[in-house]
């Protein structure tokens, strides 16, 4: 079984032909992730005995019920989880110290969800601490590599998730996008990777970062399989006023009908000075592809991106230092001092942007910028039907490039924050390669039209087939 070669779809037919067994498939998932993690590091916490238990429970159901692919559109599929999500009974640290021994007593909706639809869970996974990150660097425990160049980065702040189903330990890792970290892991490890519209997915049960922002998302291989997993994940729930009753498409459906006649829009303020110019030429190669497809392209403008970062870096930390005030040491949480050092830095720059005196100067003027940056978006979505742009400036970069630099690092995400300052999706699919490593391409669209996202996305995956280049563990 070549699990690095694998999708959702393949495994889902196997399973179903009897080609191999749950069983079989966890334990093949298991056996990877002993021989490859101690190199990139991507699990926290494994859930080997739970998983193996699942997987047959599985093959007894599969035996006895022939009508159980149906009930269960996921049936059996290894899944890595961002240790961001709570998840009953498996220990859940957000990546930090401060909760290290935290054992829930519940599931998340996403995760309740794609439990009922089958998945099996096989571990935990590695993270910047809180989410607060675009490297995996700032997790509490060691850095998690990336699989094609090890010396590298995978993009965080769902850096374990991304760089698990790189390698190939599972077929499926959840993230969450609050300004970046599942587009930035997806575009680091080769993978399609999901920001969801604000309020598609459920937060319930997701720890929070920034509640305004936070959106929950997932990375596979390919177009087909993100859209499966976003058909079980999507929808509204009673736990999260924040999602909304909107009908939740069948987005596999719509994979193969063309984009003839698509309007493509570049937003100019993306293709700037800063932008590696290998970059720029595997996106250009990729609008080529989309032009024969039959797709017309235009430049457009979104005139406030430039305040995007700074709107961002007020809002955030804003929102962070109310969430993770919770964590006192007394009621939650081990001692305050266990924080990290970027944790720290968002705590004290939100409560200051937050005290009287400076709210309105600062969050409340960064609250009006933040309608402008949705604006630009909406005005643009009136002459174009989706936007294209590099999803990072720069290639997946060095282990400890930008470890000393917050502004750095934070700057990986320009391209990336401002969709969640709008609430809009954006998926990333790979573009291709530069100097052998993954390049990534983001499809931003309005409002709900991840259906749209796919099918645009996947018609260019089939032209490309960019997601079969999987990693060699070059350096390993
Ligand atoms: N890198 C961004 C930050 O640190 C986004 C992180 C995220 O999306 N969780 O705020």
């Known amino acids: 079984m070549d699990l690095l070669g694998l999708t959702i779809k393949n495994v889902s037919e196997k399973l179903k032909d009897g080609a191999f067994s749950c069983k079989e498939l966890i334990k093949e998932c298991l056996s990877i992730i002993k021989i490859n993690d101690k190199k990139i590091n991507a699990f926290l916490t494994l859930n080997e005995d739970g998983a193996l238990k699942k997987a047959d429970e599985f093959d ?22 961002k240790d961001l999500y709570t998840t009953r009974g498996i220990i859940t640290t957000a990546g930090s ?17 794609l439990i009922d639809a089958g998945v099996i869970i096989v571990g935990k996974t590695n993270e910047d601490a809180w989410g607060h990150g675009s490297s995996g660097e700032n997790t509490d425990y060691e850095p998690t590599k990336n699989p094609y160049d090890l010396s590298r ?7 374990g998730s991304g760089a698990a189903v790189s390698y190939g330990a599972c077929l499926v890792g959840t993230g969450t996008d609050t300004g970046s970290s599942v587009r930035l892991p997806a575009g ?14 459920s937060r319930y049960g997701v720890i929070a970062m920034a509640s305004s922002f936070d959106s929950i998302g997932h990375m596979t291989k390919t177009v087909y399989d993100n859209a499966k997993v976003l058909e079980v994940t999507a929808g509204v729930d009673p736990y999260d006023g924040t999602t909304v009753p909107i009908r939740v498409d069948k987005y596999t459906k719509v994979l193969g009908q063309n984009i003839k006649g698509l309007k493509i829009g570049l937003p100019k303020e993306y293709f700037v000075e800063g932008l590696d110019n290998k970059i720029n030429i595997s996106i250009r190669e990729s609008l080529k592809v989309f032009e024969k497809l039959g797709a017309t392209i235009e430049e457009i403008t979104l005139p406030h991106t430039d305040f995007a970062m700074a709107a961002y870096y007020i809002l955030v930390p804003s929102e962070v230092s109310s969430n993770l005030s919770r964590y006192d040491g007394v009621r939650y949480g081990g001692p305050r001092e266990l924080f990290g050092a970027e944790a720290k830095r968002r705590i ?14 600062y969050y409340l003027k960064a609250a009006k910028v933040r309608t402008l940056i949705k604006q ?52 990333n699919v790979p573009s291709g390669f530069a100097d052998g490593l993954p390049v990534g391409m983001q499809i931003i669209g309005s409002q709900f039209s991840e259906e749209l996202l796919y099918k645009v996305a996947y018609l260019f995956e089939q032209e490309t087939q960019h997601y079969k280049i999987r990693p060699q563990f070059k350096n390993g």
């Open 60 to 81: 007894n159901l599969i035996k006895n019920d022939k009508e159980i692919f149906k009930k269960k559109p996921l049936l059996g599929i290894p899944m890595g989880v």
């Open 97 to 113: 110290k401060i909760i290290k021994d935290y054992n829930p007593p519940f599931n998340a909706t996403v995760i309740r969800r």
């Open 153 to 159: 980065v995978p993009g965080g702040s769902s850096s």
């Open 188 to 201: 680091y490890c080769n993978l399609v990777g999901l920001k969801p519209t604000y309020g598609r997915v």
């Open 348 to 361: 004290m720059l939100g409560s200051y942007t937050l005290s009287s005196g400076y709210y309105d100067a």
């Open 376 to 427: 630009d978006f909406e005005n643009a979505f009136k002459k174009v039907d989706v936007l294209i742009a590099p999803t990072s400036p720069t290639l997946p970069f060095k282990i400890g490039e930008k470890v000393n630099n917050p502004l750095q690092m934070y700057l990986s995400d320009i391209f990336l924050c401002p969709t969640n300052l709008a609430g809009i999706p954006g998926l």
